[in-house]
Structure formats: C-alpha cells, structure tokens
C-alpha cells in the first residue's frame, strides 16, 4: 500500500470514529502505562469535538485525545 493510501485510508478511520464517538457519545481512550482501550461516556457539552492525533513516528503508533471545541 502506497503511503499516500495508507493516510487516506487512516483519515476515513478518524472521520468515522468522531462520528460514532458523537452519534453513541461515547469516546475511547488509552491507559496512560499501556495503552489499553477503554470507554468513557462523553458528557453534554462535550459531544461537539473532534479528535486529536499526536504522533512521533508511524501513525500505528499514535495518541489519540477527545478534545471538546473551543
């Protein structure tokens, strides 16, 4: 897969977990040691975000944060 495709392909992901996240109001996070998964409730004012990626190499390897709009 051409890294062209793979960021589209990555892009797509995102735009469809933000809107399952907000559809569902349910966010997934990360454990802060390992990584691990979980869910959290999103609360009222929260559902209008989008998440954040943060990343320091391959985007396999990323930090993803839901962060509510300003």
């Known amino acids: 897969m051409t890294k062209d495709r793979e960021r589209e392909n990555y892009q797509a992901f995102m735009a469809g977990l933000e809107a399952l996240?907000?559809?569902?109001?349910?966010?997934i996070r990360g454990c802060g040691c390992?990584?691990?998964?979980?869910?959290?409730?999103?609360?009222?004012g929260e559902v209008d975000g989008a998440y954040a990626v943060e990343r320091d190499g391959p985007f396999e390897f990323a930090r993803i944060t839901w962060e509510k709009r300003k």
Request: aromatic share 6%; proline share 11%; glycine share 6%.
């Open 34 to 44: 390992c990584g691990s998964p979980y869910l959290n409730p999103l609360e009222d």
């Open 21 to 27: 996240t907000r559809e569902h109001r349910v966010e």
